[in-house]
């Protein structure tokens, strides 16, 4: 059973985790104007290689016409390819380009700059130590 001192840091990390990740979404060169769900789509592409549309919707929740929305403009951007799985022919596979994955690259590179920028800037090296003793206590929270 948890406390309300559990709630109390449970709400921090929640909040803090939405902060960061609109103030890093900033921080990303998007020329194309490229949507979150769009975004989402290369991320996941680069982990797991390919996939067919269906998954991708799955993990997103999206649907699926929504989906085809994306991957289309995706194909026409030349982040993405489809091809025909092989184990059978009238299923899509879905996997990115060599400038899909530049894209991927470009925009995590461009996050984690500008966040070792900061961290340089704000913190003395005994504040780093501790923020890196609490993302090693933070990292237990992923491994669930």
Do not use: H
Request: hydrophobic letters at 40%.
């Amino acid at each position: 059973m948890f406390n309300k001192q559990d709630e109390e840091i449970a709400y921090g990390i929640r909040n803090l985790v939405t902060i960061m990740n609109k103030r890093l979404r900033k921080q990303m060169s998007n020329p194309e104007q490229l949507s979150i769900a769009e975004f989402n789509v290369l991320s996941i592409l680069m982990i797991q290689k390919e996939a067919f549309p269906s998954e991708l919707g799955a993990q997103l929740s999206i649907s699926s016409q929504f989906m085809s929305q994306i991957l289309n403009r995706m194909e026409g951007l030349k982040y993405i390819c489809r091809k025909s799985a092989p184990s059978d022919g009238r299923k899509t596979l879905v996997t990115l380009t060599k400038q899909g994955k530049q894209k991927v690259e470009l925009s995590r590179r461009e996050r984690e700059e500008w966040l070792a920028l900061m961290v340089s800037e704000k913190y003395t090296q005994e504040e780093k130590d501790l923020i890196k003793k609490a993302l090693d206590l933070l990292s237990v929270l992923t491994a669930l």
